[in-house]
């Protein structure tokens, strides 16, 4: 069966960084996009980025750019998140979501990050 794992959060300073990692499996993973999500607390579930396999293009919300990075290993099945100069705000739990396998979407639970000195 399909399944997303993450892992990589915890506890950081403000202005700190962490990797978070995702591991997929039971789909053919270099044919899909992967995407990370987060949603603090109250809030709503948020896009972070994207990246697509095929061509291998890479999508961010406006307010990660230049400071997070999305990549991917197709050879080990495996979607990271670099996040450099993370901010208070940016406390959340975070996502790893596959769209469309078979018309469903599937998501890990999570990996909570906590930004806080």
């Known amino acids: 069966q399909v399944r997303v794992v993450e892992s990589g959060g915890g506890l950081v300073q403000p202005g700190g960084s962490l990797r978070l990692s995702c591991a997929a499996s039971?789909?053919?993973?270099?044919?899909?996009?992967m995407s990370w999500y987060r949603q603090a607390p109250g809030k709503e579930r948020e896009l972070v980025a994207t990246?697509?396999?095929?061509?291998?293009?890479?999508s961010y919300a406006d307010s990660v750019k230049g400071r997070f990075t999305i990549s991917r290993d197709n050879a080990k099945n495996m979607v990271y998140l670099q996040m450099n100069s993370l901010k208070r705000e940016e406390t959340a739990v975070y996502y790893c979501?596959?769209?469309?396998?078979?018309?469903?979407?599937?998501w890990g639970k999570g990996t909570l990050v906590t930004v806080s000195s």
């Open positions: 979501q596959v769209p469309r396998v078979n018309g469903i979407d599937y």
């Open positions: 039971g789909f053919t993973f270099r044919r899909y996009a």
């Open positions: 990246i697509i396999s095929a061509d291998g293009s890479i």
